[in-house]
C-alpha cells in the first residue's frame, strides 16, 4: 500500500499537518490503515513539508519514504512507493493523505473485493455512483504505473485498463480531498460527514 502525501498550494501550507479533531489530517488517514487488513503501508511524503515524514512513522507502518522529486508530481511518489514493495507484493492499494474522513471499513472492503474478484487487475472504490479512493492494482499493472509522469496518479492506467476495474460501493457519500480553505473549514464545521 502507498499513502502519497504532500502540500497543497492553494492551501498555503502543509495542509497534511493541520489539526482535526485533536489529530492531524495525515495521522486521521495512517489510524486508520494501521486498523486494516494491509500487510504493510509505506507513506510516501514531500520532501519539502517539514515534519511530515517524523509525524508519518507511527506504529503499524512498514516504511516512510521521503520523495525528493515531490516537483516532479504525483507520479513520483507512485513510482517510489511501488519500487520500494517487496517482490512478494501482488498488489497495492493507493489511498491519500487529505482524506481524514477515510476509514478502515472502506479500505478492507476493497481487500475484500480484491479476493473476492480475482479476474480483475484493479479494485476501485465507489461512493453512490461516484469513483474514487482506495485503488487497488494489481502486480501486473505496476509496469504501467511506473511509466507515469508529471501529477498523474493512476487515472491514465484506470482509463486505459476500464475492462479489468471491479467497482466496490461503499454506500456512503464520496470522501472528500481536503485540497482549500474552504474544504477544510466545512471539516471542520461538520460539513464533510
Given at each position: 500500500m502507498?499513502?502519497?502525501?504532500g502540500f497543497?498550494?492553494?492551501m498555503?501550507e502543509p495542509?497534511?499537518l493541520?489539526?482535526y ?5 495525515i ?7 494501521v486498523?486494516?487488513?494491509l500487510d504493510?503501508i509505506?507513506?510516501?511524503v514531500?520532501?519539502h ?5 517524523r509525524?508519518?512513522?507511527i ?7 521521503v520523495?525528493d522529486r515531490?516537483?516532479?508530481g504525483?507520479s513520483?511518489s507512485?513510482?517510489?512507493g511501488?519500487?520500494s ?7 497495492a ?13 472502506e ?11 480475482s479476474?480483475f487487475?484493479?479494485?476501485q472504490?465507489?461512493?453512490?455512483g ?14 504501467h504505473l ?5 501529477d498523474?496518479g ?5 482509463k486505459?485498463?476500464?475492462k ?7 454506500n456512503?457519500?464520496i ?7 474552504e474544504?477544510y473549514?466545512?471539516?471542520l464545521?461538520?460539513?464533510m460527514?
Amino acid at each position: 500500500m502507498v499513502l502519497a502525501a504532500g502540500f497543497s498550494k492553494r492551501m498555503g501550507e502543509p495542509k497534511l499537518l493541520l489539526p482535526y479533531k485533536g489529530k492531524t489530517l495525515i495521522r486521521h488517514t495512517l489510524d486508520e490503515c494501521v486498523k486494516t487488513q494491509l500487510d504493510g503501508i509505506i507513506v510516501v511524503v514531500n520532501s519539502h513539508v517539514e515534519k511530515l515524514a517524523r509525524e508519518a512513522q507511527i506504529e503499524g507502518i512498514s516504511k516512510v519514504i521521503v520523495n525528493d522529486r515531490s516537483n516532479e508530481g504525483m507520479s513520483s511518489s507512485v513510482k517510489l512507493g511501488l519500487q520500494s514493495l517487496p517482490d512478494s507484493v501482488q498488489a497495492a492499494i493507493f489511498l491519500l493523505g487529505d482524506q481524514p474522513l477515510m476509514s478502515s471499513k472502506e479500505i478492507d472492503k476493497i481487500i475484500n473485493a480484491y479476493h473476492s474478484q480475482s479476474n480483475f487487475s484493479i479494485i476501485q472504490a465507489k461512493y453512490q455512483g461516484i469513483k474514487g479512493h482506495p485503488v487497488l492494482f494489481k502486480r501486473n499493472l505496476f509496469p504501467h504505473l511506473l511509466s507515469i509522469n508529471g501529477d498523474e496518479g493512476g487515472k491514465s492506467v484506470i482509463k486505459k485498463f476500464e475492462k479489468h476495474v471491479y467497482y466496490t460501493e461503499m454506500n456512503r457519500k464520496i470522501i472528500p480531498d481536503i485540497d482549500t480553505p474552504e474544504e477544510y473549514k466545512l471539516l471542520l464545521d461538520g460539513g464533510m460527514e
